[in-house]
């Protein structure tokens, strides 16, 4: 399985971390992004991601590589698509590293490339009822 | 779903989430001009029913690529719009 991967099935964020880990690597960071329960004031009660998969997939894979060449590290984000409810995780990025400094660095660089470039787009389901497209360049 | 025009080549474009809900379809077929640009694509959806909600810049991906839209674009193209990236 490539480092960098889409999929509908939940995450195991351990064996995603188990991928990357290895003896000479002494840092070694794991962020979940998990759906919260709200949203600019509104309750949320599910998320339902989309995404254009076949770029996604070969986008996640060369921001891995890009950033495994800039940083000394090994990375891996894996990122679910599909009906995620509350509490569950939607992406786990991993970045393993000989020192704590590149890992953290690495590990928040791949999080915040995959959230801008990434072809992916999540439809909020609000508890009053209604629906809305997620838009980050709208506030 | 098909569009015709005056114009003599047919590029085929994916659309996704809202954009998709917009105009009705996840691909449509649209002719435009031999060698258009993402502009002219863009141009040539914002007149179809729906499409005048479409931002005049959104984002455009050409064979699984981000790429700007002044591209020329080939009718063999995997042609994609982009709403704004909202992962993680």
Known sequence: MSMGHIQTEPLDAMAIRNRVASPEFGGLVVFEGVVRDHHKGKGVTRLVYTSYDAMAESMCAELVAEGEHRWPVKLAVVHRVGDIPVGETAIVVVAAAAHRGAAFEACRWLLDSVKSKVPIWKREYYSDGTTDWVDPTHG | ?88
């Open chain 2, 1 to 88: 779903m098909t569009t015709t025009t005056s114009r003599n080549t047919t590029y085929r474009v994916h659309l996704f989430a809202r954009y998709a809900e917009l105009l009705g379809h996840s691909a449509i077929e649209i002719q435009l001009s031999e060698g258009a640009t993402g502009l002219d694509l863009v141009g040539g959806l914002r007149v179809l029913p729906g499409g005048d909600l479409l931002p005049a810049a959104p984002f455009l991906a050409v064979n699984l690529c981000h790429v700007p839209l002044s591209t020329r674009l080939n009718p063999s193209d995997e042609i994609a719009l982009l709403p704004p990236m909202a992962g993680g």
